[in-house]
């Protein structure tokens, strides 16, 4: 029986930036019950310790009985698959890459796009304080908890700017914390063409949400607002 080492070289992939400080990693064993690829992500189901669940992470090559470890970077709840026609309860999202993995060159070449800033740079240390919610806005948490409903509405959030990566594909994406939300959903990422602020600053950030935006390469943002502009 192989195993496969499931381990965070690509630290956030499906966030599309660094995993920052306070969002730890937690690391699982398991057995696969069953696989399948869709959509450029592979899906397992894993049972640990007499528990079963659902785990997605960049294509590698599992098989049903195979003993896996792996990082879990993000859990989401009501996850809809579109590639699969599937809505999970609850999947988490996994990093995988080297170490035993028998992933094609080319799918792991897939995973950080070119220009893309090296995922596993440490995110600034930002000082994160609750952050007063902006007036006839959302709280990161109410947009995570109301995402179906907001998908393709004007969405106003103020909060913190704990990370940036500037002039990628076209864009400047901002990653804002408010204090609110459980680890793996208590920020999110803005995407403008416009300007980005600087890491450190409250800004409220306004544009349209996205909901289980794939833009490709193993970057899947469960939220994801477009055309942002922001406002001190």
Do not use: C
């Not at 959509?39 to 997605?56: D, H, I, L, P, S």
């Not at 076209?170 to 208590?186: R, Y």
Request: aromatic share 8%; glycine share 12%; net charge negative.
């Amino acid at each position: 029986m192989s195993k496969y080492i499931l381990a965070a070289l690509v630290a956030m992939a499906l966030w599309g930036g660094a995993a920052h400080a306070g969002n730890a990693a937690k690391q699982h064993s398991g057995t696969v019950l069953e696989t399948m690829d869709s959509g450029g992500y592979t899906y397992m189901k894993v049972e640990e310790n007499g528990q079963a669940f659902w785990a997605a992470g960049p294509p590698a090559e599992v098989a049903a009985g195979d003993e896996v470890s792996f990082v879990e970077q993000m859990r989401m709840h009501d996850f809809r698959s579109n590639s699969l026609d599937r809505t999970f309860d609850e999947i988490r999202f996994v990093n995988w890459a080297g170490g035993g993995v028998t992933a094609s060159e080319d799918a792991l070449a897939r995973t950080v796009p070119a220009g893309h800033p090296p995922v596993a740079a440490a995110a600034p240390d930002v000082s994160m304080e609750p952050v007063a919610k902006a007036e006839g806005g959302q709280t990161i948490a109410e947009v995570f908890d109301r995402r179906k409903e907001l998908e393709g509405d004007s969405v106003k959030v103020r909060g913190r700017v704990v990370k940036v990566s500037s002039n990628i594909m076209g864009s400047h994406w901002v990653h804002l914390e408010d204090g609110t939300g459980e680890p793996g959903t208590d920020h999110i990422v803005f995407r403008s063409s416009e300007h980005a602020p600087p890491a450190g600053t409250v800004v409220t950030g306004k544009g349209t949400l996205a909901v289980d935006r794939d833009l490709g390469f193993g970057y899947l943002y469960p939220v994801l607002v477009e055309d942002a502009t922001f406002t001190q």
